[in-house]
């Protein structure tokens, strides 16, 4: 007998993943339904049963087989089929709490059903909050991660005083603290900065610098590291694989950073926290390239109009990403560089992160709509990718070991 609980929710993915069927009937499946990978007959049926508070009764031994090819179920094995699965009572939304309370409690008793092939399989009542509680664990460690790095992006810290342009990948990711004491570091007072006028050059703006307290791009690549560093799938991955991972996704993380904090300040273009704006900056000196990626960038965080804290997923995406050449975002590909059991980490840890963010975008938006904000928020890593592609050396020198290691 196997038994099935909420504690293993992947269950149904991996069905899904496999056949691309509805996990209770067998059936074509699209969405995400309350926790479960199901046709939307199944979904609708699951949903009824408990807000009706249906009562029912298997004719024959309650072990019948729930098969797409005879739509003629048993009601009382198709329902205990869902549980089974691991359909969460819980995601079904119902404004009077009372009524909440008595649908769980009817299902809170052991049953069993009969899987695919036969099998009898136990029915466990499941935690009803333990899949909440994993993804709101997960969106609150990717708000301390954002929160850790902006404390030293909105700081005096300054990269260019402390050296770091002379550092190399391999310092960034062996040093836990090249920031000091987190504690210690000060807001600037001198914010906005106001420029009198542009430089003439990118000389001027390199090693003349009055206009800015720090290096931005340089820092907000040191703050990609120290992001990639601090999660778990990352930190389990060899040295020498983290340094490739980190060399594929720095620039377009960097550029994240840029740009969200652009998107959230209302900016037409990318802007720092010190007010200035490369834009300005680059006047003098401007391409059609840096018009491109300066001014463009942040557009696609407005198409797609989810909650902030939905696109948190974006920067692990990035980092779990596994290109080959010339298909740049591919997570069934492998990378030739890492190693074969690095690329097995980084698929987990990348399937980890979207199903959470399909389940979000679900609860939040709906089934359907859902699903597409979700697909729009995968385009917006692709666009990401891709504008960190077009920019991913800045034009100053001292920021080349972030790429190319003596």
């Not at 499946?29 to 609708?44: E, N, P, V």
């Not at 869902?82 to 409690?105: F, K, P, S, W, Y």
């Not at 401007?286 to 974006?314: E, H, M, W, Y």
């Not at 597409?372 to 800045?394: C, D, H, W």
Request: aromatic content about 12%; glycine content about 4%; overall charge positive.
């Amino acid at each position: 007998m196997t038994a099935y609980t909420i504690e293993n929710p992947r269950a149904s993915l991996s069905l899904f993943k496999a056949h691309k069927v509805c996990v209770v009937c067998g059936g074509p499946a699209r969405c995400f339904h309350y926790d479960a990978f199901t046709c939307s007959g199944c979904k609708t049926f699951f949903r009824r049963s408990l807000v009706d508070g249906k009562r029912y009764v298997c004719s024959k031994d309650e072990n019948c087989p729930i098969d797409n090819s005879d739509r003629h179920f048993c009601k009382y094995c198709r329902l205990a089929k869902c549980l089974a699965v691991g359909m969460n009572t819980n995601a079904i939304q119902l404004e009077d709490e009372g009524a909440r309370r008595r649908m769980h409690a009817q299902f809170s008793k052991t049953r069993t059903a009969v899987d695919y092939e036969g099998k009898t399989i136990q029915i466990v009542a499941p935690n009803l909050m333990i899949v909440e509680n994993m993804c709101d664990k997960l969106v609150d460690k990717l708000l301390y991660f954002e929160n850790r790095c902006d404390r030293i992006r909105f700081s005096t810290f300054d990269p260019l005083e402390e050296g770091l342009q002379h550092k190399d990948i391999q310092y960034f990711l062996s040093t836990a603290s090249w920031f000091g004491d987190l504690n210690k570091l000060q807001r600037p007072t001198n914010w906005p900065i106001k420029l009198t006028r542009p430089p003439l050059s990118f000389e001027e703006i390199a090693y003349n610098l009055p206009y800015s307290t720090k290096h931005w791009f340089l820092l907000d690549m040191i703050l990609s590291i120290e992001f990639a560093k601090m999660l778990g799938g990352f930190q389990i991955i060899p040295y020498e694989d983290q340094k490739e991972i980190v060399k594929s996704s720095v620039s377009t993380n960097r550029l994240f950073t840029e740009a969200f904090f652009s998107f959230e300040n209302n900016s037409d273009s990318l802007i720092f926290p010190d007010g200035i704006k490369p834009l300005y900056l680059l006047q003098n000196v401007i391409t059609d390239l840096q018009v491109d990626v300066f001014k463009k960038s942040s557009n696609p965080l407005s198409d797609t109009g989810c909650p902030r804290k939905n696109t948190f997923f974006a920067k692990p995406l990035s980092i779990f990403k596994q290109p080959k050449p010339n298909i740049r975002f591919s997570c069934n590909s492998k990378n030739p560089n890492i190693s074969s059991e690095s690329s097995e980490i980084l698929r987990v840890a990348r399937q980890k992160y979207t199903d959470v963010l399909l389940r979000l975008c679900q609860n939040h938006y709906g089934d359907v709509e859902g699903a597409v904000r979700f697909g729009n928020l995968i385009g917006l890593i692709q666009s990401m990718t891709n504008y960190g592609e077009k920019f991913a050396k800045p034009p100053l020198e001292f920021t080349k070991d972030l790429y190319d290691e003596k």
